[in-house]
């Protein structure tokens, strides 16, 4: 395309798309004002995430942190329960550093100077972008898929959209048409469009305000575009987790522990789990799994850690299912019905060894209760979830069990600290009942499970 008929391409772009969006805009509650705060939270909730689903978490969290010192102010567990749901926790983590950083630095007010503002914790040059353009009305571009998609589209841009070239290529076409005055809006006009019209699979190309000058539909190249090479796919990954069933003063409680400081869901609660072993190991099945593991001697023999268990008054498993598991989830599996549900099929084993060895916790799984699936943007988890029994904590925990774990090769019934007390929980770790899920924050798949298990208990 010539300079001229681009420049022209590109007039026509900006005032059809800007009188379509002044008719055709949603009304979006992140829309009634142009305060930045409220802007910069409904762009960071709308990354990775569809306006229908961001709408209620929108209202709830404006309602609780209703300006940016309330947010900063907030204790980061209220604030992840907020964003409880949503995924991508590191965005509610990223946003409220971003909140401190406006009141320690700028007195509570978000910043209009790009350079200030890109430097906020989570703030990267879409988010500066919109939240510049949106609310201070200045000239930036913010350029997201949507966008990409849009422009690749109507100027026939055969760019992969994945390399960062590509990117930079759109932010500076997008900057040079932006109409003097109205950027916020024609930058919301593009997204819109994006949204609603040029869709990634059908674009509605009939109803589209700048059909008459769109390269890619007059080259019959709209649903090519844009060009974009294939992401990784996630890796696979399987959980062992352990659904913990207090007794005594903890019966009709479980188990849960809090999440590391840093990486993956961080500070999150979630139910105990470990790595199942490899392919290898699992697949050796029901007879062969006892004897290889109790041929390792570097760790905890399972038989060892039942014996312990078992001296600290936990039941035997039971013949059949307890009453109380036998409403199980939909998604569960009956005991006997699957591998993953058997006893001899190493995983008992490899999720009891795990949780001693990792954490110093001594359970007895039961039976399969259900399988689940999450996946994230680099990982894709497949969690079999184990009713279990509690046995104890050792004292001292995971660095007790490491310690015991080591010992074991020259004696393998040397003493490893003991068993804690029974209320004695390493810290980062509760006992919780249904009314405990209104205060503490879980990611989706241990949300749904924890549910589903207490609506199941009721
Ligand atoms: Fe997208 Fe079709 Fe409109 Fe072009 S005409 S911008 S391909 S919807």
């Not at 990117?167 to 048409?177: D, G, N, P, Q, Y």
């Not at 469009?193 to 305000?209: E, N, Q």
Request: glycine content about 8%; aromatic content about 8%.
């Amino acid at each position: 395309m010539s300079r001229e008929k681009t420049e022209a391409a590109a007039a026509f772009f900006a005032a059809e798309l800007l009188n379509w969006y002044d008719a055709n805009k949603r009304d979006l509650p992140w829309r009634r004002d142009r305060d930045p705060y409220r802007i910069w939270v409904s762009e960071v909730m709308l990354q990775q995430t569809r306006v229908d689903t961001v709408i209620p978490y929108y209202e709830r969290f404006m309602e609780r942190f209703p300006t940016v010192r309330h947010l900063a102010e907030a204790p980061e567990e209220e604030v992840l329960k907020c964003w409880e749901g949503l995924g991508y926790y590191s965005r509610a983590r990223n946003l409220q550093a971003g909140a401190r950083q406006v009141v320690e630095l700028y007195g509570g007010v978000v910043p209009d100077d790009k350079a200030a503002i890109s430097s906020l914790k989570g703030i990267g040059p879409y988010t500066a972008g919109a939240i510049l353009s949106i609310a201070y009305n200045k000239p930036e571009p913010a350029v997201d898929g949507n966008v990409m998609r849009v422009m690749s589209r109507y100027f026939l841009l055969e760019d992969d959209i994945a390399k960062p070239s590509a990117r930079t290529k759109i932010e500076r076409l997008a900057a040079s048409i932006i109409p003097e005055g109205r950027a916020g809006d024609f930058n919301q006009a593009v997204m819109e469009l994006g949204a609603l019209v040029c869709t990634p699979k059908s674009p509605g190309c009939l109803l589209c305000p700048v059909l008459a000058q769109c390269a890619g539909r007059a080259a019959g190249r709209e649903r090519d575009l844009p060009v974009k090479s294939k992401a990784k796919p996630p890796r696979p990954e399987l959980r062992l987790a352990a659904l913990v069933k207090g007794r005594g003063e903890h019966a009709g409680k479980v188990l849960v522990r809090r999440r590391p400081d840093s990486g993956l869901l961080a500070r999150m609660w979630e139910l105990p789990h470990v790595l199942a072993p490899d392919e290898a190991a699992r697949s050796r099945g029901r007879a062969a799994g006892a004897a290889a593991f109790a041929a390792d001697a570097r760790v905890l023999a399972s038989a060892t850690i039942l014996a312990d268990a078992k001296a600290a008054g936990v039941p035997e498993a039971p013949a059949v299912a307890d009453a109380d598991d036998s409403a199980a989830s939909a998604g569960a599996v009956a005991a006997g019905t699957s591998m993953a549900g058997t006893a001899g099929d190493g995983r008992f084993d490899a999720l009891s060894r795990g949780l001693a060895e990792e954490a110093g916790l001594l359970v007895r799984p039961v039976r399969l209760w259900s399988e689940e699936e999450h996946v994230f943007s680099h990982i894709r988890w497949k969690v079999d979830v184990y009713l279990a029994e509690f046995g104890f904590f050792l004292a001292g925990g995971r660095e007790a069990a490491a310690g015991a774990a080591g010992g074991m090769a020259a004696e393998p019934g040397a003493s490893y600290g003991g068993p804690s007390d029974a209320d004695d929980l390493p810290e980062g770790w509760l006992w919780i009942g249904p009314e405990d899920m209104a205060s503490l924050a879980f990611p989706n798949v241990f949300l749904r499970i924890l549910n589903d298990y207490f609506a199941r208990q009721a």
